[in-house]
């Protein structure tokens, strides 16, 4: 059973535009959200995170979105450029319940995001 | 200067066999963790370990054992290799609080 799903397997934008990656989870007990970048033959990095008391996050281009009683999350980054085609995963975890993130992180399938020029 | 490095990048071997990766971080973080890719790139955790709890998914055979000689270095004990143990294996390690995990670069096992 996918406690978080990532519907789109790919995403293609234009240079400039923006990209919009949407991930969906299923678990209550989830408090904690994040994105990772990953590049072929390279472990996740670190993008931006958002907590369960926040609906949103920016950080430079890049901007999360939670919606709770939806049990949605987006990942917005504006403008789009070459340099962000990467496979895309958003993970999240119980970081209160399991007193600090111990039981580790629960990732969606990614999402590969082309950006054409 | 890398944060969380691991070795080999690349494992070879044959069905029954015993290896070992390694996983070093430099982070000064408490908490260190295993995850597996497989072949439909689910990342799951296998392990996560800090100097007072090993957290164990009830999913991961007990042919894999972690072990922690400090707090800097978690190891990946695999013992009679199986087919289905080919996979993408991430070491990653975390601060406290809600910092962001960070990932080694992966060792990629093929068992033929």
């Known amino acids: 059973d996918q406690q978080v799903k990532q519907n789109s397997p790919s995403l293609s934008v234009q240079e400039g535009r923006i990209s919009i990656l949407n991930c969906d989870y299923t678990?209550?007990?989830?408090?904690?959200f994040l994105w990772y970048k990953k590049y072929p033959a390279e472990g996740p990095t670190f993008l931006i995170s958002?907590?369960?008391?926040?609906d949103k996050n920016e950080d430079g281009r890049f901007t999360v979105f939670l919606n709770k009683s939806a049990k949605h999350l987006s990942l917005h980054i504006v403008p789009s450029q070459p340099g962000d085609s990467a496979v895309y995963f958003c993970?999240?975890?119980?970081?209160?319940?399991?007193?600090?993130?111990?039981?580790?992180?629960?990732f969606g399938k990614g999402t590969h995001l082309i950006i054409q020029p | 200067d890398t944060a969380v490095s691991q070795t080999p990048k690349y494992l070879v071997t044959q069905m029954g066999n015993d290896k070992s990766i390694k996983c070093e971080q430099n982070?000064?973080?408490?908490?260190m963790y295993w995850y597996k890719q497989d072949s439909k790139k689910f990342l799951k955790i296998m392990f996560s370990?800090?100097?007072?709890?090993?957290?164990i998914n009830e999913t991961v055979p007990n042919r894999f054992s972690p072990k922690s000689p400090d707090k800097a270095h978690l190891n990946l004990h695999i013992n009679s290799l199986e087919l289905g143990d080919s996979a993408v294996y991430f070491c990653?390690?975390?601060?406290?609080?809600?910092?962001?995990?960070?990932f080694g670069d992966g060792t990629r096992l093929s068992i033929l």
């Open positions: 993970a999240a975890t119980e970081l209160l319940y399991s007193g600090g993130g111990a039981d580790g992180l629960t």
């Open positions: 982070l000064g973080h408490d908490t």
């Open positions: 958002i907590s369960s008391i926040k």
């Open positions: 990653a390690s975390k601060g406290q609080g809600d910092q962001p995990q960070h």
């Open positions: 370990y800090n100097n007072k709890e090993l957290i």
């Open positions: 678990n209550s007990m989830f408090d904690y």
